[in-house]
T-cell receptor, first 113, second 112 residues
Framework: DQQVKQNSPSLSVQEGRISILNCDYT??????FLWYKKYPAEGPTFLIS?????DKNEDGRFTVFLNKSAKHLSLHIVPSQPGDSAVYFC????????????FGGGTRLMVKP | DSGVTQTPKHLITATGQRVTLRCSPR?????VYWYQQSLDQGLQFLIQ???????AKGNILERFSAQQFPDLHSELNLSSLELGDSALYFC???????????FGEGSRLTVL
């Protein structure tokens, strides 16, 4: 049973436009959500996170939105740049999980110049 | 560079064999995590150690074992290898039991 799902395996957008990556979760105990970015031949790197007490967190071009009632979060990248092309993983954890992250399957973002 | 070092980067072996993957966490980090990524899938949590003690266990097979040594480096031992064990194995570390995880570049295991 996948507790964190990213239903779009890939996404292609034009440079300068908005990229929206989606993530759904089923475990209502999750209270902290993260996005990781992964380039080929590298490990995932932390991008942005959000606590369940918030519905939005912004960091530069990256914004994460959380809809707890729908158990859905999304990552918005505006404007998208070719260097953003990577695989993006959504992850979730709970307060008592000891920092154990449950990851989604990833979405490959391609930003075309 | 995340500061987490994993060796070897690539490993090819045969079914039935045993391998050891090594991880050196970031300087000062007490927590080490092991994740498995198979065939463009998400990362599956295997096991977590904190300051030498096992802290949490995920979907880790009985053929797999891990430990964290007094110098805080960790090893993941995979035995009686099967074709399906071919995957990327990531190690991550964090300062404590909360906070950002820093991932190594992974060890790619191919079982033939």
């Amino acid at each position: 049973d996948q507790q964190v799902k990213q239903n779009s395996p890939s996404l292609s957008v034009q440079e300068g436009r908005i990229s929206i990556l989606n993530c759904d979760y089923t475990n209502s105990m999750f209270d902290y959500f993260l996005w990781y970015k992964k380039y080929p031949a590298e490990g995932p790197t932390f991008l942005i996170s959000i606590s369940s007490i918030k519905d939005k967190n912004e960091d530069g071009r990256f914004t994460v939105f959380l809809n707890k009632s729908a158990k859905h979060l999304s990552l918005h990248i505006v404007p998208s740049q070719p260097g953003d092309s990577a695989v993006y993983f959504c992850a979730a954890t709970s307060n008592n999980a000891g920092n154990m992250l449950t990851f989604g399957g990833g979405t490959r973002l391609m930003v075309k110049p | 560079d995340s500061g987490v070092t994993q060796t070897p980067k690539h490993l090819i072996t045969a079914t039935g064999q045993r391998v050891t993957l090594r991880c050196s966490p970031r300087s000062g980090d007490l927590s080490v995590y092991w994740y498995q990524q198979s065939l463009d899938q998400g990362l599956q949590f295997l096991i977590q150690y904190y300051n030498g003690e096992e802290r949490a266990k995920g979907n880790i097979l009985e053929r797999f074992s891990a430990q964290q040594f007094p110098d805080l480096h960790s090893e993941l031992n995979l035995s009686s290898l099967e074709l399906g064990d071919s995957a990327l194995y990531f190690c991550a570390s964090s300062a404590g039991l909360t906070g950002e995880l820093f991932f190594g570049e992974g060890s790619r295991l191919t079982v033939l």
